[in-house]
């Protein structure tokens, strides 16, 4: 079984992780195929080239066609998709390079992948503002901040007694693709919305899952949306991407304290940036 991830700074502030509980913890679920892999290792570094930002030209050049397709009108929302064999037909390609294609759609909130149906557009520029909910919409940036302190330390904690080895394994995946990103603030937002929806699940708690979601709803808004293309560079987003890898190594471990600790550290980053847009 590979180890915990590791080889990331841990941030200033932050509380370090007992190995000897994160290497207990690892043993105790290895039956259950838990795979967490170090970030510095060849084998992450070279998927990471493969689904990150930086992508081959052919898969680039499918990327574009389907989002000109899509944001054009040309494939409506909620309309299937040609299917792989068909599309790698009509473009020339290599059906894996249409599938690595759709895997950056999907992430990007453009369309949604149904097992054995295909694949159906999501993209819907009419319906970007209804479909936030009315609350959500009406909530300021101080009454956000003020439910995510309430919901976010409490809710890691639950996540952390009830999540099973499958959901944290699916939460390392939903990593793996934060810690691809390179530039893209809009992208590693989304990632970082489904990385904490993830969370929410695994409490285990359906009402709590959707009083979250209206906080997901919430963190869309515009002033949200300009503070971070205005503050996520390159470097801000490389330091976020170690302190996910340090949240998610403290859930691996059952460490609460530590990661309710990174869960308020989050905050008063986010804390920060809204008083500088003052």
Same mark, same amino acid.
């Given at each position: ?51 990150? !930002? ?31 064999? !068909? ?153 976020? !991407? ?28 986010? !804390? ?7």
């Amino acid at each position: 079984m590979a180890p915990l991830r590791g080889g990331a700074p841990v941030p200033r502030n932050a509380v370090e992780i007992p190995r000897c509980a994160a290497y207990c913890y690892a043993t105790h679920v290895r039956n259950d195929r838990l795979q967490v892999r170090r970030v510095n290792s060849p084998s992450r570094r070279k998927a990471s080239d493969a689904t990150g !930002q930086i992508v081959g030209v052919t898969v680039q050049y499918v990327i574009d066609t389907l989002t000109t397709r899509i944001v054009s009108g040309e494939h409506a929302v909620e309309e299937r998709l040609p299917s792989e064999r !068909q599309l790698a037909q009509d473009l020339g390609v290599a059906r894996n390079t249409v599938r690595e294609a759709l895997d950056h759609l999907e992430e990007r909130g453009m369309i949604r992948r149904r097992a054995g149906s295909g694949s159906f557009v999501t993209y819907d520029p009419d319906a970007a503002d209804s479909s936030v909910a009315p609350v959500a919409a009406e909530t300021g940036p101080l009454h956000l901040q003020v439910v995510r302190g309430i919901f976010e330390p409490e809710m890691v904690r639950l996540a952390i007694i009830n999540m099973a080895p499958r959901h944290i394994e699916a939460l390392g995946e939903t990593l793996s693709r934060m810690e691809a990103v390179q530039t893209e603030a809009g992208h590693f937002v989304r990632l970082e919305e489904e990385f904490h929806r993830q969370i929410a699940e695994g409490t285990g708690n359906p009402l709590l899952v959707a009083c979250y979601n209206l906080v997901i709803d919430a963190r869309r808004q515009s002033f949200r949306g300009a503070m971070y293309r205005r503050h996520l560079t390159p470097a801000r987003i490389a330091t976020y !991407q170690r302190s996910y890898n340090a949240l998610f190594n403290a859930i691996t471990s059952r460490d609460i304290e530590a990661a309710s600790e990174f869960m308020k550290l989050t905050l008063l980053e986010d !804390q920060r940036l809204l008083l500088q847009e003052e």
